[in-house]
């Protein structure tokens, strides 16, 4: 139980409602263990009856009592038992909001570079399946684990003080008991672990196949799908029955040992019956106290695999909860950041790839400049604008930030101050509305619209039949991908930041588009740092410095008019896009 000693904290935090809990779970259960008595004294009442030493007055009246305290003390443990679910199931609930929450920040912390070595279907397995998992470590688990220990302990308590003997004899297969959870519970553990493996896997695929239907169906490959899907879900059973075959073991085991213990109180304490030791009331009570045990030992089967799965869902959840995010907040909080940038000897290697995508990079750019990066696709670029807002930390070198390197800004503050509008744009399932007031939430919609206007995308939001409330599908597959970048454009717009990056964002739009957007950014960037990412001329001849990269170095500067006039790859891009345009 290593890994579910993290989750000891949660035992303090609610210590009091636990506590609570097992209080009354042990009054329900004394409670519950006085029934046997009363029975006992019934029967020998009734069996003094019948001996002709009590009359039929003073039976009647004993009998009435007995069924009197025994239906209150049946009200008064069913209550109690109540409010035990009340306190302890209760508790795991708040225990399984605190741990999913706990998860949920983590995964937030974690780095960019953490996200491209995991997949989503594992990620969400972790945060659902595994963590129910647990919460059935605090409840249920917890809950008959009190109930089993009160029941063991009050009955063999009473057992004993009856008849040494007679319990010893029924206590012979109780050591069998415990080597048999012994030996199961490593088994059930081990398999345990490797089913939630499999879920992840069926998740993850799920996901997968989900968020990318449409090539799914536009290479009609469903069957194969289909076929694969079958074969994971097929090895996910096995692995499933392999556990539950392990598991069926536990309760018939337990009834048999019962049983066994039952047929040793009946030929024993019979013997006993007849030789005068112990009264027939003693033996019912026997019986009764053995198979009031049947429920708590055959549990511990239950329990014990229910811990060990805990167990497994709890170390794989351990092993994110405990992953040291690599990029860190600095304390160096900045206030009203003006955008300066510089790139100080800057290389970069990807580790999950060992691709090197920048090579001793350095350049600056003064607040209000906007400044154009062009290259070949793997050049470097958007590498470059990760670096900016800290996505990603140099392998050598500094991206230094107002006079701050970018390792000592305040994370919060610095991306704060930064809108970006990615390569790839990511919309919401939410309506167009709230996804552009991603950028402020407090914006209220004659400003919404005023971004969009400035996006150019107002006019095509106002056709919508539901306008500016249309509910975009999965990552905006309601909509185009010029409306996708053109809405990314005015969430950035909106957050009204010192730095405006743009990852050629208006790869999909029209050419006439492309200027009036071009033309409305001018205005809008005046006094913003802004770094263009593109692969048209037309995007970036207006900015007062352009980048040329090539395989991580930088190939050229200058303004439009320079590179223009310069043989190199601007010029010949400039002379191809504009052969294209004229034809």
Request: net charge neutral.
């Amino acid at each position: 139980m290593k890994a579910l000693q993290y989750l000891n904290k949660y035992f303090h935090k609610y210590r009091y409602r636990l506590i609570a809990g097992i209080f009354i779970c042990i009054l329900s259960r004394y409670l519950a263990v006085k029934v046997p008595e009363i029975v006992k004294n019934s029967i020998n009442i009734a069996d003094d009856y019948v001996s002709g030493l009590v009359t039929e007055e003073v039976l009647r009246s004993e009998l009435l009592a007995n069924i009197g305290i025994i239906l209150g003390l049946a009200i008064l443990s069913g209550f109690f038992t109540f409010l035990m679910r009340q306190t302890i199931i209760v508790t795991s609930r708040l225990i399984e909001f605190d741990l999913k929450n706990e998860i949920f920040l983590q995964y937030e912390r974690l780095s960019l570079n953490f996200y491209k070595k995991n997949r989503t279907g594992d990620l969400m397995n972790r945060i659902s399946e595994d963590v129910g998992k647990v919460r059935m470590y605090f409840g249920p688990a917890v809950m008959y684990t009190v109930n089993m220990l009160v029941l063991f302990t009050v009955a063999i308590f009473k057992m004993i003080k009856i008849d040494v003997t007679l319990t010893l004899y029924t206590l012979i297969p109780f050591p069998l008991l415990s080597i048999a959870v012994f030996v199961l519970s490593k088994f059930i553990h081990k398999r345990s672990t490797i089913v939630q493996e499999y879920l992840s896997k069926l998740t993850t695929f799920g996901q997968e196949v989900f968020s990318g239907i449409n090539v799914i169906k536009s290479y009609t490959t469903e069957a194969q799908t289909i076929a694969d899907f079958n074969e994971l879900s097929e090895i996910s059973k096995e692995k499933n029955i392999e556990l539950y075959k392990v598991q069926a073991f536990f309760f018939p085991m337990m009834i048999l040992l019962i049983g066994i213990s039952n047929l040793i109180v009946l030929y024993v304490g019979g013997m006993q019956y007849i030789n005068g030791i112990i009264s027939i009331g003693t033996i019912a009570e026997f019986i009764m106290y053995v198979n009031m045990l049947t429920w708590p030992v055959a549990i511990v089967g239950w329990v014990t695999s229910t811990i060990q799965q805990a167990e497994a869902s709890q170390k794989r959840i351990n092993e994110f909860l405990e992953h040291t995010p690599e990029i860190v907040s600095g304390t160096n909080l900045v206030e009203n950041i003006q955008g300066n940038i510089e790139f100080k000897n800057v290389s970069l290697t990807y580790d999950d790839t060992n691709i090197t995508a920048l090579k001793n990079i350095n350049f600056s750019i003064k607040k209000g400049e906007t400044v154009a990066f062009l290259g070949k696709t793997g050049s470097g670029k958007s590498t470059i604008l990760s670096l900016i807002s800290r996505l990603y930390d140099t392998s050598s070198g500094s991206v230094i930030i107002d006079g701050v390197d970018t390792k000592d800004h305040d994370l919060a503050n610095l991306r704060d101050n930064i809108g970006v509008v990615p390569q790839d744009p990511f919309l919401f399932s939410d309506s167009i509305a709230n996804n552009i007031r991603f950028g402020d939430e407090n914006a209220d919609q004659e400003k919404i619209e005023a971004a969009a206007k400035d996006a150019v995308i107002h006019d095509n939001i106002a056709g919508f039949k539901n306008g500016y409330e249309t509910v975009l599908g999965e990552r905006g597959i309601t909509v185009s991908g010029g409306q996708k970048q053109r809405i990314s454009i005015a969430r950035a717009i909106i957050k009204n930041p010192r730095i405006l990056i743009f990852d050629d964002c208006l790869s999909a739009v029209d050419t006439e588009t492309e200027e009036q957007i071009l033309k409305n950014l001018i205005r809008i960037t005046k006094d913003k740092t802004t770094i263009i990412v593109s692969h048209r001329v037309s995007s970036a001849k207006n900015a007062d410095k352009i980048i040329i990269l090539d395989e991580g170095e930088i190939l050229q500067q200058g303004t439009h008019n320079q590179l223009v006039n310069k043989e190199g790859y601007y010029q010949e891009l400039y002379k191809q896009q504009l052969l294209e345009k004229e034809s």
